[in-house]
T-cell receptor, first 113, second 115 residues
Framework: GENVEQHPSTLSVQEGDSAVIKCTYS??????FPWYKQELGKGPQLIID?????GEKKDQRIAVTLNKTAKHFSLHITETQPEDSAVYFC????????????FGQGTTLQVKP | EAGVTQSPTHLIKTRGQQATLRCSPI?????VYWYQQALGLGLQFLLW???????NRGNFPPRFSGRQFPNYSSELNVNALELEDSALYLC??????????????FGPGTRLTVL
């Protein structure tokens, strides 16, 4: 069935270091992979996404890579700042016709000043 | 531009009652999605509405239902509330361009507590 595994569940880094969160999906028909950041008491905020016809995408300090063969994708945050501290969720969507995002279990990122 | 709005922010009900949650999408978005975020269970897909019709449904019992209005706003109804329905209910919206639906943008959620 459809499943997204996310690791690690918690991640603590020093300010300025890089953080990497990894996700693996089960359904090879998945073609859209967004990443969300959720701060305490708020809804998830879309921070970056990638589609299956692209291997890598970058937006300032955030980058996402996709390996379709291995069915995994990763979020890379460089030069981390305390305001990056939040819960990060990866997700996968089968296609545009399901409307359904399958979410990973989340990674709590703590950036220590 | 205003984002997705949800009301109420918090809702407290007792077991067996009914709850109604409301969502207004981003202007120009025709699709509304509902997700449940229960403690320890991550975000689970509930329902997808587009152009007033239910397009897809997650693995939830029939007592979870909803509808989408002509102005594209939506409401989620939960009947016969159970303790395990306590969760943050998130609404998201997206636009439809060509043959693809686009990114889903989430609202702040409604915190439902069932006593």
């Amino acid at each position: 069935g459809e499943n997204v595994e996310q690791h690690p569940s918690t991640l603590s880094v020093q300010e300025g270091d890089s953080a990497v969160i990894k996700c693996t999906y089960s359904d090879s028909a998945s073609n859209y992979f967004p990443w969300y950041k959720q701060e305490l008491g708020k809804g998830p905020q879309l921070i970056i996404d990638i589609r299956s016809n692209v291997g890598e995408k970058k937006d300032q300090r955030i980058a996402v890579t996709l390996n379709k063969t291995a069915k995994h994708f990763s979020l890379h945050i460089t030069e981390t700042q305390p305001e990056d501290s939040a819960v990060y969720f990866c997700a996968a969507s089968l296609s545009s016709n399901t409307g359904k995002l399958i979410f990973g279990q989340g990674t709590t990122l703590q950036v220590k000043p | 531009e205003a984002g997705v709005t949800q009301s109420p922010t918090h809702l407290i009900k007792t077991r067996g009652q009914q709850a109604t949650l409301r969502c207004s999408p981003i202007s120009g978005h025709t699709s509304v999605y509902w997700y449940q975020q229960a403690l320890g269970l991550g975000l689970q897909f509930l329902l997808w509405y587009d152009e007033g019709e239910e397009r897809n449904r997650g693995n939830f019992p029939p007592r979870f239902s909803g509808r989408q209005f002509p102005n594209y706003s939506s409401e989620l109804n939960v009947n016969a509330l159970e303790l395990e329905d306590s969760a943050l209910y998130l609404c998201a919206s997206s636009s439809y361009i060509g043959a693809a639906y686009n990114e889903q943008f989430f609202g702040p959620g409604t915190r439902l507590t069932v006593l």
